[in-house]
């Protein structure tokens, strides 16, 4: 009778110094000039328009839109935030009337917005016919609008409504991810990315770094914001 042995494969993982990492980073090159376009593309997409004039100054990267449509976007993304919708929705159709003809998502979540203001502000009796006249023949036409109409409604049965099982929509994190929502809807009709990239490359970073830890113990960066090299455990 023959037996077979399976020997267990060794966890041991590679380990790199800080100095031989270092070494490899030093070897990658970067241009300064994409560096910069990476700056650029932040600071016109969140809407830093007076940083994007003077970075364009000090760096002589040119911007791949008009900065003189960044003030204009970011004067609807502050009505919103602000709480007034009505102003930011004819701020954006000043701009481009088929961004909501053509986004009725968005042209929802504006109105659901409106209505949550109201409730907000206590108008009770203009809440639920706001909601009736505007919201719930859209309702009726999809089933996710319905189920936000409803949750929205639900504010008004309660009394603590900062306690209650939908408070979130009151919180200003929903002005936020309204806003943003608008502000992206904006972006991509003027051809733009509606998200910037430097996000998207340190979520990537994050992703390598938990690819690469299965496999060898290297100096990790757990501090984005000054990109700090740790020490490797061992």
Not at 13 to 26: A, D, G, H, R, Y
Not at 42 to 71: N, R, W
Request: aromatic share 6%; with cysteine; glycine share 2%.
């Amino acid at each position: 009778m023959r037996v077979c042995v399976i020997y267990p494969k060794s966890s041991s993982k590679k380990v790199i110094t800080k100095e031989e990492w270092e070494k490899k980073l030093s070897e990658v090159k970067i241009r300064k000039e994409d560096m910069n376009k990476l700056v650029m593309n932040f600071l016109v997409t969140e809407g830093y328009v007076e940083a994007a004039e003077k970075f364009q100054m000090e760096s002589g990267t040119q911007p791949d839109i008009d900065l003189g449509t960044i003030t204009d976007r970011m004067a609807v993304r502050k009505a919103v935030q602000c709480g007034q919708v009505e102003d930011a929705i004819e701020k954006v159709n000043d701009l481009n009337p088929e961004i909501l003809d053509t986004n009725p998502q968005l042209f929802f979540h504006l109105q659901q917005q409106r209505l949550i203001e109201l409730i907000r502000s206590g108008q009770v009796e203009e809440a639920l016919e706001f909601a009736q006249e505007e919201l719930a023949p859209r309702g009726e036409e999809n089933h996710a609008f319905l189920e936000e109409l409803e949750r929205t409604v639900a504010l008004l049965a309660f009394e603590d409504t900062a306690n209650c099982p939908v408070g979130e929509l009151l919180d200003i994190s929903q002005r936020q991810k309204t806003a943003s929502e608008l502000n992206a809807a904006i972006l991509t009709s003027q051809s733009h990315e509606k998200d910037p990239k430097l996000p998207s490359l340190l979520k990537m970073l994050i992703w390598a770094q938990n690819q690469l830890d299965e496999k060898a113990s290297y100096p990790r960066i757990n501090d984005l914001v000054n990109a700090t090299l740790e020490e490797p455990v061992t």
